[in-house]
Protein backbone atom coordinates (compact mmCIF):
# COMPACT_ATOMS: atom_id res chain seq x y z
CA UNK A 1 0.00 0.00 0.00
CA UNK A 2 1.50 3.29 -1.28
CA UNK A 3 1.17 6.74 -0.02
CA UNK A 4 1.46 10.08 -1.99
CA UNK A 5 2.11 13.37 -0.71
CA UNK A 6 1.11 16.43 -2.89
CA UNK A 7 2.77 19.13 -1.70
CA UNK A 8 0.69 21.51 -3.99
CA UNK A 9 -2.56 20.78 -1.29
CA UNK A 10 0.09 20.95 1.65
CA UNK A 11 0.66 24.75 0.27
CA UNK A 12 -2.96 25.63 -0.24
CA UNK A 13 -3.78 24.52 3.24
CA UNK A 14 -1.46 26.45 5.08
CA UNK A 15 -2.45 29.48 2.97
CA UNK A 16 -6.08 29.10 4.25
CA UNK A 17 -4.56 29.01 7.86
CA UNK A 18 -2.58 31.94 7.18
CA UNK A 19 -5.63 33.95 7.34
CA UNK A 20 -6.62 34.11 11.36
CA UNK A 21 -10.14 34.73 11.06
CA UNK A 22 -10.57 31.47 8.65
CA UNK A 23 -8.31 29.42 11.47
CA UNK A 24 -10.48 30.67 14.34
CA UNK A 25 -13.60 30.03 12.58
CA UNK A 26 -12.21 25.92 11.48
CA UNK A 27 -10.73 25.27 15.30
CA UNK A 28 -14.29 26.47 16.83
CA UNK A 29 -16.12 23.96 14.07
CA UNK A 30 -14.21 20.97 14.95
CA UNK A 31 -14.81 21.40 18.34
CA UNK A 32 -13.25 24.59 19.75
CA UNK A 33 -16.95 25.33 20.75
CA UNK A 34 -16.94 23.72 23.23
CA UNK A 35 -14.00 25.27 24.88
CA UNK A 36 -15.42 28.42 24.26
CA UNK A 37 -19.25 26.75 25.92
CA UNK A 38 -16.87 25.81 28.74
CA UNK A 39 -15.28 28.98 29.53
CA UNK A 40 -18.86 30.92 29.24
CA UNK A 41 -20.37 28.03 31.84
CA UNK A 42 -17.49 28.53 34.27
CA UNK A 43 -17.91 32.22 33.98
CA UNK A 44 -21.36 32.36 34.85
CA UNK A 45 -21.70 29.88 37.66
CA UNK A 46 -18.65 32.27 39.09
CA UNK A 47 -20.85 35.35 39.11
CA UNK A 48 -24.13 33.22 40.51
CA UNK A 49 -22.24 31.85 43.29
CA UNK A 50 -20.89 35.42 44.07
CA UNK A 51 -24.15 36.50 43.84
CA UNK A 52 -26.09 33.98 45.93
CA UNK A 53 -23.20 34.47 48.31
CA UNK A 54 -23.48 37.99 49.03
CA UNK A 55 -27.54 38.07 48.85
CA UNK A 56 -26.72 35.26 52.13
CA UNK A 57 -23.99 37.28 53.78
CA UNK A 58 -26.18 40.69 53.66
CA UNK A 59 -29.36 38.63 55.02
CA UNK A 60 -27.53 37.91 57.90
CA UNK A 61 -28.72 40.93 61.15
CA UNK A 62 -25.59 42.15 62.59
CA UNK A 63 -24.54 43.74 65.72
CA UNK A 64 -21.61 46.27 66.91
CA UNK A 65 -20.57 46.02 70.44
CA UNK A 66 -18.92 48.70 72.02
CA UNK A 67 -16.54 47.27 74.85
CA UNK A 68 -15.05 48.44 78.15
CA UNK A 69 -12.96 47.25 80.20
CA UNK A 70 -12.07 48.44 83.99
CA UNK A 71 -8.84 50.74 84.35
CA UNK A 72 -7.71 48.88 86.86
CA UNK A 73 -7.47 45.32 85.31
CA UNK A 74 -4.29 43.03 85.66
CA UNK A 75 -4.92 41.14 82.74
CA UNK A 76 -2.57 39.93 80.20
CA UNK A 77 -3.54 39.81 76.57
CA UNK A 78 -3.47 35.94 77.67
CA UNK A 79 -7.13 36.73 79.20
CA UNK A 80 -8.11 37.78 75.25
CA UNK A 81 -6.48 34.79 73.52
CA UNK A 82 -8.76 32.75 75.90
CA UNK A 83 -11.53 35.08 74.74
CA UNK A 84 -10.61 33.83 70.91
CA UNK A 85 -9.88 29.92 72.02
CA UNK A 86 -14.14 30.17 73.42
CA UNK A 87 -15.22 31.82 70.08
CA UNK A 88 -13.32 29.68 67.84
CA UNK A 89 -17.04 27.49 68.72
CA UNK A 90 -18.34 30.00 65.99
CA UNK A 91 -16.86 27.65 63.08
CA UNK A 92 -19.96 26.81 60.19
CA UNK A 93 -20.24 26.23 56.83
CA UNK A 94 -22.79 24.79 54.43
CA UNK A 95 -23.99 21.53 55.76
CA UNK A 96 -24.69 20.30 51.91
CA UNK A 97 -25.05 21.11 48.43
CA UNK A 98 -28.43 22.52 48.30
CA UNK A 99 -26.87 24.98 51.30
CA UNK A 100 -23.51 26.14 49.45
CA UNK A 101 -24.56 26.75 45.98
CA UNK A 102 -28.73 27.33 46.23
CA UNK A 103 -28.62 29.27 49.28
CA UNK A 104 -25.53 30.38 48.93
CA UNK A 105 -24.54 29.88 52.60
CA UNK A 106 -20.80 30.54 53.50
CA UNK A 107 -19.08 30.60 57.28
CA UNK A 108 -19.70 33.53 59.43
CA UNK A 109 -17.51 36.19 60.17
CA UNK A 110 -17.16 38.86 62.80
CA UNK A 111 -14.46 41.05 63.18
CA UNK A 112 -12.62 42.98 66.25
CA UNK A 113 -11.93 46.19 65.77
CA UNK A 114 -10.29 49.35 67.58
CA UNK A 115 -11.18 53.40 66.38
CA UNK A 116 -10.23 56.40 67.50
CA UNK A 117 -12.20 59.41 66.59
CA UNK A 118 -10.30 62.63 67.09
CA UNK A 119 -8.54 60.69 70.07
CA UNK A 120 -11.52 59.01 71.47
CA UNK A 121 -10.01 55.11 71.38
CA UNK A 122 -12.96 52.35 71.17
CA UNK A 123 -13.34 48.43 71.27
CA UNK A 124 -15.63 47.16 69.15
CA UNK A 125 -16.99 44.19 68.07
CA UNK A 126 -18.91 43.57 64.82
CA UNK A 127 -20.70 40.01 64.72
CA UNK A 128 -24.11 38.36 63.53
CA UNK A 129 -26.61 39.04 66.34
CA UNK A 130 -26.38 35.09 66.49
CA UNK A 131 -22.81 35.13 67.80
CA UNK A 132 -23.72 37.93 70.73
CA UNK A 133 -24.35 35.28 73.91
CA UNK A 134 -21.47 33.66 73.05
CA UNK A 135 -19.38 37.06 72.54
CA UNK A 136 -20.78 38.61 75.77
CA UNK A 137 -20.34 35.29 77.92
CA UNK A 138 -16.59 34.95 76.64
CA UNK A 139 -15.62 38.69 77.52
CA UNK A 140 -17.64 38.49 80.66
CA UNK A 141 -16.16 35.00 82.27
CA UNK A 142 -12.67 37.39 81.48
CA UNK A 143 -13.60 40.58 82.25
CA UNK A 144 -16.03 40.22 84.63
CA UNK A 145 -16.51 44.26 85.39
CA UNK A 146 -16.83 44.73 81.84
CA UNK A 147 -19.05 46.98 79.88
CA UNK A 148 -20.34 45.54 76.83
CA UNK A 149 -23.12 48.07 74.66
CA UNK A 150 -24.85 47.65 71.71
CA UNK A 151 -24.06 51.01 69.74
CA UNK A 152 -24.26 52.39 65.81
CA UNK A 153 -22.15 51.82 63.35
CA UNK A 154 -19.82 54.28 63.34
CA UNK A 155 -18.93 54.26 59.54
CA UNK A 156 -22.06 55.33 58.60
CA UNK A 157 -21.13 58.80 59.33
CA UNK A 158 -18.58 58.31 56.66
CA UNK A 159 -19.53 59.22 53.06
CA UNK A 160 -19.69 55.95 51.32
CA UNK A 161 -17.91 56.86 48.00
CA UNK A 162 -15.27 58.58 47.03
CA UNK A 163 -13.79 61.27 45.99
CA UNK A 164 -15.91 63.52 48.14
CA UNK A 165 -16.36 67.83 48.48
CA UNK A 166 -15.67 67.53 51.94
CA UNK A 167 -13.96 64.43 53.65
CA UNK A 168 -10.94 62.26 51.95
CA UNK A 169 -9.89 58.93 52.83
CA UNK A 170 -7.11 56.46 53.17
CA UNK A 171 -6.96 52.50 53.15
CA UNK A 172 -4.94 49.89 53.33
CA UNK A 173 -5.39 46.12 53.40
CA UNK A 174 -2.32 44.48 55.49
CA UNK A 175 -1.19 40.79 54.32
CA UNK A 176 1.75 39.34 56.12
CA UNK A 177 5.10 39.18 54.01
CA UNK A 178 5.48 35.34 54.26
CA UNK A 179 3.21 32.31 53.72
CA UNK A 180 0.79 31.93 56.95
CA UNK A 181 2.75 29.11 58.84
CA UNK A 182 5.26 31.45 59.84
CA UNK A 183 4.40 33.47 62.68
CA UNK A 184 4.83 37.41 63.70
CA UNK A 185 6.20 38.03 67.41
CA UNK A 186 3.42 37.61 69.86
CA UNK A 187 2.93 39.64 73.24
CA UNK A 188 5.14 36.82 74.54
CA UNK A 189 7.98 38.04 73.28
CA UNK A 190 7.96 41.26 75.14
CA UNK A 191 8.56 40.57 78.31
CA UNK A 192 11.49 41.83 79.95
CA UNK A 193 13.29 38.90 81.31
CA UNK A 194 15.35 40.76 84.15
CA UNK A 195 12.94 41.92 86.53
CA UNK A 196 9.63 39.73 84.52
CA UNK A 197 7.37 42.79 83.44
CA UNK A 198 5.15 42.74 80.38
CA UNK A 199 5.46 45.48 78.07
CA UNK A 200 2.28 46.06 75.95
CA UNK A 201 3.67 45.72 72.70
CA UNK A 202 0.11 47.86 71.75
CA UNK A 203 1.45 51.11 73.67
CA UNK A 204 2.88 52.43 71.14
CA UNK A 205 -0.50 51.94 68.64
CA UNK A 206 -2.50 53.88 71.31
CA UNK A 207 0.37 56.57 72.28
CA UNK A 208 -0.13 57.43 67.78
CA UNK A 209 -3.78 56.96 68.14
CA UNK A 210 -4.13 59.23 71.33
CA UNK A 211 -2.58 62.29 68.82
CA UNK A 212 -5.22 61.64 65.86
CA UNK A 213 -6.96 65.40 65.63
CA UNK A 214 -10.89 66.70 66.11
CA UNK A 215 -12.45 65.63 63.06
CA UNK A 216 -9.77 62.70 61.93
CA UNK A 217 -10.59 59.23 62.75
CA UNK A 218 -8.55 55.86 62.43
CA UNK A 219 -10.46 52.77 62.29
CA UNK A 220 -8.61 49.50 62.21
CA UNK A 221 -9.81 46.11 61.72
CA UNK A 222 -9.11 42.52 61.67
CA UNK A 223 -12.20 40.27 59.82
CA UNK A 224 -12.21 36.85 61.13
CA UNK A 225 -13.50 33.03 60.20
CA UNK A 226 -13.05 30.06 62.54
CA UNK A 227 -12.07 27.24 60.49
CA UNK A 228 -11.17 23.57 61.45
CA UNK A 229 -7.61 22.22 62.11
CA UNK A 230 -7.05 21.40 58.40
CA UNK A 231 -4.70 24.25 58.04
CA UNK A 232 -2.19 22.22 60.29
CA UNK A 233 -1.43 19.93 57.05
CA UNK A 234 0.09 23.03 55.32
CA UNK A 235 2.14 23.63 58.79
CA UNK A 236 3.17 20.27 58.62
CA UNK A 237 4.19 20.12 55.10
CA UNK A 238 6.70 23.13 55.51
CA UNK A 239 8.10 21.48 58.68
CA UNK A 240 9.04 18.45 56.86
CA UNK A 241 10.35 20.79 53.85
CA UNK A 242 12.47 22.60 56.46
CA UNK A 243 13.85 19.49 58.21
CA UNK A 244 14.32 17.42 54.58
CA UNK A 245 11.90 14.78 55.19
CA UNK A 246 10.22 13.26 52.06
CA UNK A 247 6.55 13.47 51.84
CA UNK A 248 4.22 10.99 51.87
CA UNK A 249 2.98 9.22 49.40
CA UNK A 250 -0.59 10.67 48.63
CA UNK A 251 -3.43 8.18 48.74
CA UNK A 252 -3.99 6.69 45.71
CA UNK A 253 -7.75 6.42 44.39
CA UNK A 254 -9.89 3.73 42.50
CA UNK A 255 -8.59 4.89 39.08
CA UNK A 256 -4.97 4.64 40.16
CA UNK A 257 -5.36 1.12 41.41
CA UNK A 258 -7.01 0.01 38.24
CA UNK A 259 -4.15 1.29 36.13
CA UNK A 260 -1.68 -0.47 38.66
CA UNK A 261 -3.41 -3.66 38.58
CA UNK A 262 -4.30 -3.64 35.14
CA UNK A 263 -0.71 -3.05 34.45
CA UNK A 264 0.75 -5.86 36.59
CA UNK A 265 -2.10 -7.95 34.33
CA UNK A 266 -0.42 -6.80 31.11
CA UNK A 267 3.05 -7.77 32.34
CA UNK A 268 2.09 -11.43 33.33
CA UNK A 269 0.78 -11.56 30.00
CA UNK A 270 3.91 -10.33 28.48
CA UNK A 271 5.74 -12.76 29.94
CA UNK A 272 3.88 -15.98 29.02
CA UNK A 273 3.66 -14.86 25.32
CA UNK A 274 8.08 -14.20 25.59
CA UNK A 275 9.30 -17.64 27.78
CA UNK A 276 12.59 -16.81 26.81
CA UNK A 277 13.00 -13.40 27.50
CA UNK A 278 15.12 -12.85 31.27
CA UNK A 279 13.13 -11.93 33.91
CA UNK A 280 13.18 -8.26 34.85
CA UNK A 281 15.60 -7.53 37.53
CA UNK A 282 14.08 -6.47 41.29
CA UNK A 283 13.57 -3.38 42.12
CA UNK A 284 16.21 -2.08 44.97
CA UNK A 285 14.80 -0.81 48.17
CA UNK A 286 14.28 2.61 48.10
CA UNK A 287 16.89 4.25 51.09
CA UNK A 288 14.90 5.81 54.30
CA UNK A 289 15.44 9.62 53.83
CA UNK A 290 15.61 10.65 57.55
CA UNK A 291 15.52 14.53 59.07
CA UNK A 292 18.25 16.87 58.72
CA UNK A 293 17.54 18.50 61.95
CA UNK A 294 20.52 18.10 63.08
CA UNK A 295 22.55 19.79 60.07
CA UNK A 296 20.18 23.20 60.95
CA UNK A 297 21.65 25.98 61.93
CA UNK A 298 20.44 27.63 65.06
CA UNK A 299 18.65 30.44 63.64
CA UNK A 300 17.08 27.63 61.17
CA UNK A 301 15.97 25.80 64.15
CA UNK A 302 14.16 29.05 66.04
CA UNK A 303 12.51 29.25 62.69
CA UNK A 304 11.11 25.44 63.22
CA UNK A 305 10.18 26.36 66.60
CA UNK A 306 8.06 29.27 65.85
CA UNK A 307 6.49 27.13 63.21
CA UNK A 308 5.88 24.60 64.97
CA UNK A 309 4.62 26.70 68.34
CA UNK A 310 2.05 28.46 66.10
CA UNK A 311 0.27 25.50 64.69
CA UNK A 312 -0.42 23.94 68.55
CA UNK A 313 -2.74 26.65 68.88
CA UNK A 314 -6.65 27.56 67.21
CA UNK A 315 -6.47 29.35 64.12
CA UNK A 316 -8.74 31.75 61.87
CA UNK A 317 -8.68 33.11 58.62
CA UNK A 318 -8.33 36.48 59.11
CA UNK A 319 -8.18 39.63 56.99
CA UNK A 320 -6.49 43.13 58.15
CA UNK A 321 -7.50 46.43 57.07
CA UNK A 322 -6.71 50.12 58.11
CA UNK A 323 -8.86 53.34 57.63
CA UNK A 324 -8.60 56.93 57.58
CA UNK A 325 -10.81 59.54 57.26
CA UNK A 326 -10.99 63.45 57.32
CA UNK A 327 -11.87 66.68 56.12
CA UNK A 328 -9.62 67.86 53.59
CA UNK A 329 -8.42 70.75 55.29
CA UNK A 330 -6.70 68.43 58.35
CA UNK A 331 -6.31 65.18 55.60
CA UNK A 332 -2.25 64.23 56.29
CA UNK A 333 -2.32 60.60 54.86
CA UNK A 334 1.57 60.09 55.32
CA UNK A 335 1.09 61.18 59.05
CA UNK A 336 -1.63 58.39 59.47
CA UNK A 337 0.11 55.99 57.05
CA UNK A 338 3.22 56.60 59.26
CA UNK A 339 2.33 56.31 62.41
CA UNK A 340 -0.02 52.71 61.99
CA UNK A 341 1.91 50.95 59.91
CA UNK A 342 5.35 51.65 61.95
CA UNK A 343 3.31 50.47 65.44
CA UNK A 344 2.69 47.45 63.51
CA UNK A 345 6.55 46.67 62.24
CA UNK A 346 7.66 45.69 66.18
CA UNK A 347 5.40 42.26 65.22
CA UNK A 348 7.23 41.57 62.43
CA UNK A 349 10.98 39.52 62.59
CA UNK A 350 13.18 38.94 58.86
CA UNK A 351 13.43 34.93 60.09
CA UNK A 352 9.54 34.68 60.77
CA UNK A 353 7.43 37.14 59.51
CA UNK A 354 5.75 40.15 59.29
CA UNK A 355 2.93 42.45 58.14
CA UNK A 356 3.11 44.57 54.36
CA UNK A 357 0.59 46.52 52.37
CA UNK A 358 -1.36 44.32 50.16
CA UNK A 359 -1.36 45.34 46.19
CA UNK A 360 -4.15 45.20 44.81
CA UNK A 361 -3.70 43.72 41.08
CA UNK A 362 -3.07 46.61 38.74
CA UNK A 363 -5.30 46.66 34.77
CA UNK A 364 -3.85 47.41 31.89
CA UNK A 365 -4.98 50.81 31.71
CA UNK A 366 -3.96 52.03 35.29
CA UNK A 367 -0.16 52.51 33.32
CA UNK A 368 -2.17 55.31 31.66
CA UNK A 369 -5.28 56.70 34.22
CA UNK A 370 -3.38 56.64 37.50
CA UNK A 371 -6.40 58.45 39.07
CA UNK A 372 -8.99 57.01 38.26
CA UNK A 373 -6.67 53.42 39.70
CA UNK A 374 -6.27 55.17 42.87
CA UNK A 375 -9.73 56.09 43.50
CA UNK A 376 -10.92 52.61 42.75
CA UNK A 377 -8.76 51.46 44.64
CA UNK A 378 -9.67 53.72 47.53
CA UNK A 379 -13.42 52.73 47.46
CA UNK A 380 -12.66 49.29 47.18
CA UNK A 381 -11.18 49.09 50.46
CA UNK A 382 -13.77 51.82 51.79
CA UNK A 383 -16.55 49.20 50.70
CA UNK A 384 -14.90 46.10 52.04
CA UNK A 385 -13.95 47.77 55.47
CA UNK A 386 -17.77 48.81 55.90
CA UNK A 387 -18.93 45.47 54.57
CA UNK A 388 -16.91 43.79 57.18
CA UNK A 389 -15.70 41.97 54.20
CA UNK A 390 -13.16 38.66 53.19
CA UNK A 391 -12.95 40.48 49.69
CA UNK A 392 -9.66 41.57 48.20
CA UNK A 393 -6.21 39.97 49.41
CA UNK A 394 -5.84 36.08 49.82
CA UNK A 395 -7.15 35.63 54.05
CA UNK A 396 -4.60 34.14 56.04
CA UNK A 397 -4.00 32.19 59.23
CA UNK A 398 -3.33 33.89 62.76
CA UNK A 399 -3.57 31.57 65.96
CA UNK A 400 -5.11 32.56 69.11
CA UNK A 401 -2.20 33.79 70.21
CA UNK A 402 -1.21 36.34 67.31
CA UNK A 403 -4.74 37.59 67.69
CA UNK A 404 -4.40 38.49 71.19
CA UNK A 405 -1.36 40.35 70.26
CA UNK A 406 -2.51 42.34 67.89
CA UNK A 407 -6.03 43.26 69.59
CA UNK A 408 -6.15 43.46 73.62
CA UNK A 409 -7.45 45.52 76.13
CA UNK A 410 -5.22 48.22 77.79
CA UNK A 411 -3.42 46.95 81.17
CA UNK A 412 -3.45 49.41 83.86
CA UNK A 413 -0.01 50.67 83.21
CA UNK A 414 -1.24 52.43 80.03
CA UNK A 415 -1.45 56.31 80.30
CA UNK A 416 -3.15 56.88 77.20
CA UNK A 417 -5.80 59.32 78.45
CA UNK A 418 -8.81 59.05 75.65
CA UNK A 419 -9.19 54.80 75.81
CA UNK A 420 -12.72 54.47 76.68
CA UNK A 421 -13.07 52.32 79.92
CA UNK A 422 -15.23 51.67 82.58
CA UNK A 423 -14.04 53.47 85.22
CA UNK A 424 -15.71 51.67 88.72
CA UNK A 425 -16.06 48.14 89.65
CA UNK A 426 -19.86 46.80 88.76
CA UNK A 427 -22.21 44.73 90.98
CA UNK A 428 -25.86 44.37 91.99
CA UNK A 429 -27.56 46.57 93.30
CA UNK A 430 -29.57 46.05 97.09
CA UNK A 431 -33.00 44.65 95.70
CA UNK A 432 -34.71 47.18 98.42
CA UNK A 433 -33.15 50.33 96.26
CA UNK A 434 -35.75 52.10 95.37
CA UNK A 435 -35.72 52.95 91.36
CA UNK A 436 -34.51 55.96 89.38
CA UNK A 437 -36.25 57.67 87.15
CA UNK A 438 -34.84 57.50 83.24
CA UNK A 439 -34.09 61.94 83.61
CA UNK A 440 -32.64 61.64 86.55
CA UNK A 441 -30.27 58.57 85.52
CA UNK A 442 -29.28 60.50 82.23
CA UNK A 443 -28.41 63.27 84.84
CA UNK A 444 -26.08 61.55 87.19
CA UNK A 445 -24.59 59.98 83.65
CA UNK A 446 -23.74 63.14 82.52
CA UNK A 447 -21.90 64.41 86.03
CA UNK A 448 -20.22 61.19 86.22
CA UNK A 449 -18.41 62.10 83.39
CA UNK A 450 -14.62 61.65 84.12
CA UNK A 451 -12.13 64.53 83.83
CA UNK A 452 -9.39 63.29 81.48
CA UNK A 453 -5.97 64.96 80.56
CA UNK A 454 -4.48 65.31 76.72
CA UNK A 455 -1.11 64.37 75.86
CA UNK A 456 -0.07 67.64 76.76
CA UNK A 457 -0.89 67.09 80.34
CA UNK A 458 -3.40 69.86 80.74
CA UNK A 459 -7.03 68.77 82.45
CA UNK A 460 -9.75 69.17 80.21
CA UNK A 461 -13.50 68.13 81.06
CA UNK A 462 -15.55 66.18 77.78
CA UNK A 463 -19.17 67.42 77.66
CA UNK A 464 -21.83 65.64 75.80
CA UNK A 465 -21.81 67.33 73.19
CA UNK A 466 -17.90 66.44 72.62
CA UNK A 467 -17.84 63.03 73.25
CA UNK A 468 -18.53 61.00 69.72
CA UNK A 469 -22.08 60.62 69.63
CA UNK A 470 -21.60 56.03 69.04
CA UNK A 471 -19.68 55.77 72.34
CA UNK A 472 -22.15 54.97 75.21
CA UNK A 473 -21.38 56.45 78.44
CA UNK A 474 -19.80 55.15 81.63
Same mark, same amino acid.
Given at each position: ?? !?????????????L???????????????? !??? =??II??R?????? =????????????????????????????????????????????????????? /??? $?????????I???????Q????????????I?????? @????????E??????????????????? /????V?????????????T????????T???????L? #??L???KN? #???????????T?D? /????????V??L??????A??K??????????????????????????P???? $?? #????????GN??????????H? @???A????? /??????????????????????? =???????????H???F $?????????????MK?S?A???????????????????????????E?????????????????????V???E????????? #?????????????K???????? $??????????N????
Open positions: ME !FTIDPEQITSALAFSNPFYAAWFLFIHGG !FLI =VLVLALWTMW =VSEVQGAYAASIPKVLLAIRVPRMTEQTPKAVENIFAHLTGTASGPGNWKEAY /WQG $KVPDTFSVEVSRGGFIYFIHAPVSFRDVEASLYA @QYPDAEVVVADYTSIAPQTYPDENIET /WGAETLAKAFPYPIKTYAFEHSLDAFKDPLNSF #EFGTVG #EEVWIQIVLQADS /WVETTASLRKTGVKEPKKGRIDKALEHGGTIANLFLDQLTPGAAAAPK $KP #EKAEGSNILSPGEKVVLEV @QLKAKPGY /WAKMRIAYVAPKEVFSKGRIATG =VLGAYRQFGSPINS $KPFKYPKRFSDNFKAIRTQNKVFKAYVNRSMAGGKPYILNIELATLWHFPMMDMKVPLIQRSEKTAPPFFLPMRS #EEADKQRRLSALPQSLPSGKP $KAFSEEEVPSLPFA
